[in-house]
């Protein structure tokens, strides 16, 4: 078995970035994100108490997060569009905020694009859909245009990167 | 491309995932104790969610903050980009085999506005980004390429998503509903 080696004082500025031994440990959760600390450290020849603190120290410093991704129709939705808005006489992001307030917005995004202000949308049945499409356009100041686009198939959902800070 | 059916979950399978969107490394204990069901159950139902193709247990990193120390890009993305593929007939499968062969393809969809390809892409730097859309042009069958760039993340649930894929869904065909 692998020496055990201890947590030694790093010359990093705590919490900003990845040091080696993070590197390793996310490694080894993309295979299991629920593998043991003790696991981990056996493979990695460290102690599992050093493991599980960096697994805390990542998570809090929002650098890295083990997460549950579920299929939205594990939730009931039935449907997920990407949405996308074309925003004038008013600034895109104030359309964005008003957008993520909704519980059914998974996801809000400023593009460089034609339609600035981009999201994932998840609805229960066709009839939510139209009704926040119709709303969309009619309720949102600024909206002039709305591109909708029913995601059919998923041919690939391999999540690594993320923008953890919002 | 038809969409396999997709197979029966019930309450415990997203009272479970509700639980794992709060923290995935729980213990089944804890989640069994709360929900009232064996840790058995939790675990059964977990692996079953997992193979399904239906719940995803992985590690997310902050892409703000995904270069290396030293400062040079690792091997992991800083920039996300979106790309709409507009396909010409009959093409939407040979392009879609041509964004799957890329690495920085990080989600790949297809919308039934049109033969349509929707392509998420996790980028090291800016001059990926044209050296991916150069690639995506010159896949056989694209009749159109938009590119955009993610200037700011608004909102982000990593907790729900399309995920199963259609092999997922295919391979889960035969699977029976949760007794």
């Given amino acids: 078995m692998a020496i055990l080696s201890e947590d030694k004082p790093q010359r990093r500025l705590k919490g900003t970035s990845l040091d080696d031994t993070d590197r390793r440990i996310v490694d080894v959760l993309m295979r299991d994100g629920r593998a043991q600390s003790t696991t981990i450290g056996e493979e990695l020849g460290l102690s599992g108490n050093l493991v599980?603190?960096?697994?805390?120290?990542?998570d809090a410093a929002g650098l890295m997060r083990v997460v549950a991704v579920a299929d939205h129709r594990i939730h009931g939705y039935r449907l997920v569009a990407r949405i996308r808005l074309q925003v004038t006489g008013r600034p895109p992001i104030d359309v964005a905020h008003q957008l993520a307030q909704r519980e059914e917005v998974l996801s809000v995004h400023i593009t460089s694009g034609r339609y600035p202000v981009s999201c994932l949308y998840a609805f229960r049945n066709a009839r939510e859909m139209l009704e926040a499409v119709r709303q969309a356009t009619a309720d949102i100041p600024g909206v002039d245009d709305v591109d909708v686009e029913l995601i059919n198939n998923v041919y690939r959902y391999v999540p690594t990167v993320g923008p953890l800070g919002t | 491309m038809d969409t396999p059916e997709f197979p029966t979950t019930d309450q415990l399978d997203r009272d479970i995932a509700v639980?794992?969107?709060?923290?995935?490394?729980?213990?089944?204990r804890k989640i069994a104790t709360d929900l009232g069901v064996t840790e058995g159950t939790v675990r059964g139902r977990v692996k079953r969610l997992q193979s399904a193709g239906l719940l995803k247990l992985v590690p997310i990193l902050d892409i703000d903050r995904t270069r290396d120390s030293s400062g040079t890009p690792g091997e992991i993305g800083q920039h996300m980009m979106f790309i709409t593929v507009k396909c010409a007939n009959g093409?939407?499968?040979?392009?879609?085999e041509g964004?799957?062969?890329?690495?920085q393809v990080s989600a790949l969809y297809d919308a039934n506005a049109a033969p349509r390809l929707v392509a998420v892409c996790i980028l090291p730097s800016l001059e990926d980004a044209a050296a991916v859309m150069n690639r995506v042009v010159a896949l056989d069958g694209v009749r159109e390429a938009d590119s955009e760039l993610v200037?700011?993340?608004?909102?982000?649930n990593a907790a729900i998503a399309p995920i199963a894929t259609v092999a997922d869904l295919q391979s889960s065909l035969g699977d029976t509903a949760p007794a």
């Fill in chain 2, 99 to 103: 964004l799957l062969a890329m690495p």
């Fill in chain 2, 151 to 156: 200037l700011q993340s608004i909102k982000y």
């Fill in chain 1, 52 to 58: 599980s603190n960096r697994i805390r120290a990542m």
């Fill in chain 2, 19 to 28: 639980m794992l969107a709060q923290d995935a490394r729980l213990s089944f």
């Fill in chain 2, 91 to 96: 093409k939407l499968d040979s392009v879609r």
